[in-house]
C-alpha cells in the first residue's frame, strides 16, 4: 500500500488520452472519451500498487485534481502486463472509464503532457498536470 508523500509522474501517450479510440484490437467498438494514467512496473512494484487479484490489497483509490475539477471520486488500478501478476499497470475511473477523459479533455491534455501522481495517504490521490 502506498504511503503518505509517495508520488510519480507519468508522460501522456496517445493511448492514454484515447483508450476507446486509439486500440489496438478490435474486440469492442470505438467509445469516446475513455482515458487512464499508466502505473510503471517499478513503482506499482515500490509502491505496492496492486490489482484486485492479490489478496486483501487495496485497489481503489479516493483521488481530486488539484485544480478542483473533481473531488473525492474513485480510481481503480488495474492491467497487468503478465497473466497472473500482481502488480497493477493503470488507473482508470472505478467502473467509468470516462472519467479520467473528461478530466483530460478540461486540461487540454495532449500527448507528451505530465500527470503527478501524488498520494496524500495510502488510499488517497492528488492528480496534478505539471
Not at 34 to 43: A, S, T, V
Not at 68 to 96: M, P, T, V
Amino acid at each position: 500500500m502506498p504511503n503518505t508523500g509517495d508520488e510519480f509522474i507519468v508522460t501522456l501517450g496517445e493511448t492514454h488520452l484515447g483508450w476507446g479510440t486509439h486500440r489496438y484490437t478490435n474486440t469492442r467498438k470505438i467509445i469516446y472519451e475513455e482515458g487512464y494514467l499508466p502505473i510503471p512496473r517499478d513503482k506499482a512494484k515500490e509502491f505496492d500498487i496492486y490489482m484486485s487479484n492479490q489478496t486483501n490489497a487495496n485497489y481503489v483509490y479516493n483521488f481530486s485534481t488539484n485544480d478542483n475539477f473533481y473531488n473525492n471520486e474513485e480510481l481503480k488500478a488495474s492491467g497487468c502486463s503478465i497473466q497472473g501478476d500482481i502488480y497493477a499497470k493503470n488507473l482508470a475511473g472505478n467502473g467509468n472509464l470516462k472519467l479520467l477523459g473528461k478530466w483530460f479533455t478540461h486540461i487540454q491534455a495532449q500527448v507528451g503532457d505530465k500527470i503527478k501522481i501524488s498520494f496524500t495517504s495510502p488510499t488517497d490521490i492528488i492528480l496534478s498536470k505539471v
